[in-house]
């Protein structure tokens, strides 16, 4: 009975063991499979990093490039105007210069007009005392002649 009593006690040793040794192989699969699972979960981490990163750097140069083309197109407009300005300076200095040469040209013809009428007033008051010494001539003659 002792015998059979070691033996189950032997048993129970040796089940016990197993038991253990299965506990403790199933605990380092657990922890192998949790290792694994973290090493998964640090790569996806990783991987959507990288990706943030590629997106973000994505929007920079978008931006950059956006940016770029409405500092031309602000650029362009500028020059636009500026040759606008220019050109309406040109025409106003244009006309400024056509508007002196009609003023000109139209103080030239009133003077030109001022005196020829100056000359016909002249010529009419010369025939006026022309014709009044003539007159005065031939009333001195006939009172001449009356005497």
Do not use: C, F, T
């Amino acid at each position: 009975m002792m015998r059979e009593l070691e033996r189950l006690q032997q048993e129970e040793a040796a089940a016990a063991r197993q038991k253990k040794l299965r506990a403790a192989a199933l605990m380092e699969e657990v922890a192998a499979a949790n290792a694994e699972q973290i090493g998964r979960k640090k790569m996806l981490m990783e991987q959507e990093r990288q990706e943030e990163l590629r997106i973000a750097e994505y929007i920079r140069q978008k931006d950059a490039r956006d940016q770029a083309i409405a500092a031309e197109k602000e650029a362009i407009a500028h020059e636009k105007e500026m040759e606008v300005a220019r050109l309406r300076a040109m025409q106003e200095k244009q006309a400024d210069h056509q508007s002196e040469q009609d003023e000109l040209r139209a103080r030239r013809y009133q003077e030109a007009k001022d005196r020829e009428w100056r000359g016909k007033e002249r010529a009419a008051a010369e025939r006026q005392a022309a014709m009044m010494a003539d007159l005065a001539s031939a009333r001195e003659a006939q009172m001449r002649s009356k005497l």
